[in-house]
Nanobody
Framework: QVQLVESGGGLVQSGGSLSLSCAAS????????VAWYRQAPGKQRDLVARITSAGSTNVADSVKGRFTISRDNAKKTVYLQMSSLKVEDTAVYYC?????????WGQGTQVTVSS
């Protein structure tokens, strides 16, 4: 069983920045691919950004140029640096990790962007 604990969410004004963290309990964390998803009320859960075990990254077009995903394998943590936040970025942000057939989700952290 792998536990993923997100932190760093909160309330921020439009144009502001936040940094989310996802701390994992997985052994050999470096083998895992990790992603951030978000889900706004009444909407589906969408991929925001993903980082592979090799360090390759991809981000959704809606956040490209504003969000950056990174990882620190020694700390078993993945980060999502968010800047130039918009009201439409408001959502619960979830961390997801996968390794082969194994797939785990965190409980989520709320990000609210006010106008």
């Amino acid at each position: 069983q792998v536990q993923l604990v997100e932190s760093g969410g909160g309330l921020v004004q439009s144009g502001g920045s936040l940094s989310l963290s996802c701390a994992a309990s997985a052994s050999i964390f470096s083998y895992w691919n990790v992603a951030w998803y978000r889900q706004a009320p009444g909407k589906q859960r969408d991929l925001v950004a993903r980082i592979t075990s090799a360090g390759s990254t991809n981000v959704a077009d809606s956040v490209k140029g504003r969000f950056t995903i990174s990882r620190d394998n020694a700390k078993k943590t993945v980060y999502l640096q968010m800047s130039s936040l918009k009201v439409e970025d408001t959502a619960v942000y979830y961390c997801q990790a996968d390794f082969g057939a194994l797939n785990y989700w965190g409980q989520g952290t709320q990000v609210t962007v006010s106008s």
